[in-house]
């Protein structure tokens, strides 16, 4: 009898220990924190989730200051995930996958023609890993690197980053900052900011691939697209800006009229078209620095879920995902084939320190404050 009670005795004990581990809370879009806790070139990683009083949801990593998933609801009130990216942090890794998902891109975003910059009468020569030039700050860019993160509000991350004087021999020792705001209008608010010591270059942004549907197995060839540009800064077959800039009235480029992205796409008649394999160019914008104003707009016609960019940067790189060839594995399983998602990146105009454009300064000097700012409105109809 003794040893039944014994046993019922160390049975109940087990029960009580299983009961008492702790219960895995996943974010809305399915995601475990606790694949986002690592450690890359001995610094911590974690996943960081802002909510706001309409069930949205943004979950942003500090491995490369990226956003992970945005989770809005569509016109039916449920709740759709509509970027790309991956489960877990070590995916990330660019060992792993080399990506751009998500990400908070510095020093420069875009590509510097073969990668030669000149600062203070000094030619420097940067990182080539794109067809020759020096594509998004290099193959070590911020976007392969860890940020110290701070949680300031439940709706408000603030993503700092340390860029040593030498950082993929870009100059100067640069404390950057990237905010992300989750506003209760359903706004993904960006602010990045930076200092220098010694003269340099900055051109930050998101690297956000979008598909609105929420459903990445289909393409964004269906989405309605707006930009508010006239022009467009033509690029050669390896994606370099010529220092022009070419007008889309008649062309595949023009959205000033809202239409779907793959009426024209394909009209690789178009030596723009055939340069990019789609589009992959740079939008001469409009707003001329209005954040107040419409810059682009994009809506899934499956879901009506709508997306409006905002910033005061001169320009915006529309990218279609023509270079996702299906051998990625993103987020549950899911295939990313070419034209899953497409990005919006405010931006400075691509090669601004080798080209002749006022609106585009790209040099940040020592006592000035790099600020650029941008604004991902969602709604739904």
């Known amino acids: 009898m003794k040893t039944l009670s014994k046993i019922l005795i160390a049975s109940a004990a087990i029960a009580a220990c299983a009961c008492s581990e702790p ?4 974010t809305k879009s399915g995601l475990d924190p606790q694949d986002f806790v690592n450690e890359y070139n001995g610094q911590a990683t974690a996943l960081y989730t802002l909510t706001n009083a309409n069930g949205m949801e943004v979950c942003i990593t500090n491995f490369g200051g990226r956003i992970v998933s945005i989770m809005v609801p569509d016109n039916q009130g449920e709740l759709k995930d509509v970027v790309l990216g991956f489960d877990k942090v070590s995916d990330y890794f660019p060992e792993n996958n080399s990506s751009d998902f998500g990400a908070s891109i510095g020093r420069y975003a875009n590509r510097i023609n073969q990668g030669k910059i000149t600062v203070d ?14 594509l998004h700050g290099g193959p070590t860019g911020w976007q392969y690197q860890v940020y110290e993160a701070n949680l300031a509000a439940a709706n408000k991350l603030e993503l700092t980053r340390i860029s040593p004087d030498g950082d993929n021999n870009f100059p100067g020792n640069v404390v950057a900052k990237t905010t992300y705001t989750l506003t209760e209008d359903n706004k993904i608010d960006i602010t990045y900011e930076a200092t220098t010591d010694k003269t340099t270059i900055i051109n930050m942004t998101n690297h956000s691939y979008f598909n609105l549907s929420g459903d990445p197995n289909t393409t964004v060839l269906d989405h309605i697209c707006y930009l508010n540009a006239d022009n467009i800064t033509p690029i050669d077959e390896t994606c370099m800006t010529s220092g022009e800039f070419s007008p889309v009235a008649g062309t595949a480029f023009d959205f000033l009229a809202p239409h779907a992205i ?20 740079n939008w001469v914008l409009n707003t001329k620095g209005d954040d107040t104003q419409l810059a682009a707009c994009v809506k899934s016609p499956a879901t009506g879920i709508i997306l409006k960019v905002y910033t005061n940067e001169p320009g915006i790189q529309f990218y279609t995902g023509n270079f996702l060839d299906g051998t990625v594995t993103g987020k549950k399983g899911i295939v990313y084939n070419m034209r899953a998602g497409l990005c919006l990146e405010s931006q400075k105009y691509p090669d601004s320190p080798n080209k002749e454009w006022a609106e585009s300064n790209p040099y940040l000097q020592p006592g000035e404050k790099y600020y650029s700012h941008c604004v991902f409105a969602f709604s739904a109809e």
């Open 23 to 26: 219960k895995v809370e996943l």
């Open 262 to 281: 793959g009426d024209r796409i394909n009209e690789t008649t178009d030596e723009q078209i055939a340069n990019g394999n789609g589009y992959d160019h």
């Open 121 to 134: 009468g000094q030619e420097i020569q940067l990182p080539q890993n794109n067809f020759g030039h020096c």
